[in-house]
C-alpha cells in the first residue's frame, strides 16, 4: 500500500504516506524505511522544505508494484468472480485501489 501511494502522489512525502494510509508520521516513516531499505524506493531532499524528503519508486520498486498488482487482481477474481460480473469486478478492484491513494472522506 505505501508504494501504491507513492506511485500515485507526485512529490511524495512520508507525511502523505501517513495521511492517505491514516497511519502516524512514526509509523509512515518506518515503513518507508523498510520500502527504501528492499531497494524499492529512493529519498532526495524536498526543495521546497529541507525538513523533509521526496520518495519515488525505484524501477525495482515500479516492477514490484506491478507485479504486486497483478496478483491483487488474480486473487480478487478467484474471490470473487463467481459473484461479480466482469465489468462489476473490474469496477470493484479500482475502487479498492483509488481508497488507499486519497485522504479520508473526513478531511
Given at each position: 500500500?505505501?508504494m ?32 527504501e ?10 526543495p ?8 519515488a ?37 479500482g ?13
Amino acid at each position: 500500500m505505501p508504494m501504491r501511494v507513492v506511485a500515485a502522489t507526485p512529490g511524495c512525502r512520508v507525511l502523505d504516506v501517513s495521511a492517505q494510509l491514516q497511519i502516524t508520521v512514526g509509523a509512515a516513516s518506518k515503513v518507508v524505511d523498510r520500502v527504501e531499505a528492499a531497494g524499492h524506493c529512493a529519498r532526495r531532499p524536498n526543495p521546497r522544505d529541507r525538513r523533509s524528503s521526496l520518495i519515488a519508486l525505484t524501477p525495482s520498486g515500479s516492477a514490484a508494484l506491478a507485479a504486486a498488482e497483478v496478483v491483487f487482481e488474480r486473487e480478487l477474481a478467484e474471490l470473487l468472480g463467481g459473484v461479480l460480473s466482469p465489468v462489476a469486478l473490474t469496477r470493484f478492484a479500482g475502487t479498492l485501489g483509488r481508497g488507499a491513494c486519497r485522504a479520508p472522506l473526513s478531511q
